[in-house]
Structure formats: structure tokens, C-alpha cells
């Protein structure tokens, strides 16, 4: 059973930096390729940022030029490097799994799967 957990969440000024991180956890052998949504208050979940295995990344043109996605050292960990932030970067942020590839060994990715969530505030 995969298993996604965000961290990282808080309440920063507008202006300010927050970094999210992903922990995926599930099969041995998958690395995993993983996308960032967001969702606000009153609005619909929406893309933010993916990575996939090879390292290949793609932004929400809202985002772009101030977010950063990026593999950790640990295998199956990323982050998401929030700069100049505004009040409108304000959501539950989320991370889910797209798809898995196998490292050498038994890999199986049947659906996406996400995580809970972390809250992240901006204030002006």
C-alpha cells in the first residue's frame, strides 16, 4: 500500500518562503513520479507543480518563476520550494503519486494515491 505524506505547511507574510516536502513510501522498488496540487477556500483543486523519476519537472503558470519541485536524496522524497509568496498561494497543498517505475524489482502503481495534506497561509 503506497502511503504519501506532506510536511512543511505554515503561516509566513506575503513575500516570504515555505518549503513542502513528499514522502512516498509503498513498494521497495518503485520510484515514483509525483505532482503537486493545491486547493483554496471555496475553489476547486488545482495543479501546481510534477516531477517525474528522470527528473523532468512542469509548473501552473501561476507558479512558475517562484515555485521549485525537486527530488530529495532519499529515494521517494521531494520538495516544493515556495518563493514570494502571496495571499493568493494560500491552500491545503497535496501531494499525489502519477505513476511508478520499477528500480529492479517487484513495482505495481493501480491508482494514484495522495496524501492529506498540508495548510499553508500567506498574509498581506
Known amino acids: 500500500q503506497v502511503q504519501v505524506v506532506e510536511s512543511g505547511g505554515g503561516s509566513v507574510q506575503a513575500g516570504g518562503s515555505l518549503r513542502l516536502a513528499c514522502a512516498v513510501s509503498?513498494?521497495?522498488?518503485?520510484?515514483?513520479?509525483i505532482s503537486w496540487y493545491r486547493q483554496a477556500p471555496g475553489k476547486e483543486r488545482e495543479f501546481v507543480s510534477s516531477?517525474?523519476?528522470?527528473?523532468?519537472?512542469n509548473y501552473a503558470d501561476s507558479v512558475k518563476g517562484r515555485f521549485t519541485i525537486s527530488q530529495g536524496s532519499a529515494k521517494n522524497t521531494f520538495y516544493l520550494q515556495m518563493d514570494s509568496l502571496n495571499p493568493e498561494d494560500t491552500a491545503m497543498y497535496y501531494c499525489?503519486?502519477?505513476?511508478?517505475?520499477?528500480?529492479?524489482?517487484?513495482?505495481?502503481?493501480?491508482?494514484?494515491?495522495w496524501g492529506k495534506g498540508t495548510l499553508v497561509t500567506i498574509s498581506s
Open positions: 499525489k503519486t502519477d505513476d511508478a517505475r520499477s528500480a529492479g524489482g517487484v513495482c505495481y502503481h493501480p491508482r494514484d494515491a
Open positions: 509503498g513498494y521497495r522498488y518503485c520510484l515514483y513520479d
Open positions: 516531477i517525474d523519476s528522470s527528473g523532468r519537472t
